[in-house]
């Protein structure tokens, strides 16, 4: 099994701004203001928070092969 990567780089579908970030492992994270042009992300149909769907990488629940991230 390969390492978790905790940093992704988010790009804005909007306006094309690119921010690292860290992610969090213990939670979903549905929303995102880009600092380029304040649009409000939100996750993609079929994706589970905003760096599955912009980010470089996927999740961490995601890159671990979790079933489900965001499940109680």
Known sequence: MSEVVLRSAIT?????????ETMPTDAC????????C????????GDCC???SYGTQKCPP????ATSCCSG
């Open 38 to 45: 304040k649009t409000l992300l939100r996750p993609l149909a």
């Open 62 to 65: 995601i890159q671990a092969d």
């Open 12 to 20: 804005c579908p909007e306006c094309g701004h690119v921010k690292a």
């Open 29 to 36: 994270q549905w929303f995102y203001e880009c600092e380029g």
């Open 50 to 52: 905003v760096f599955c």
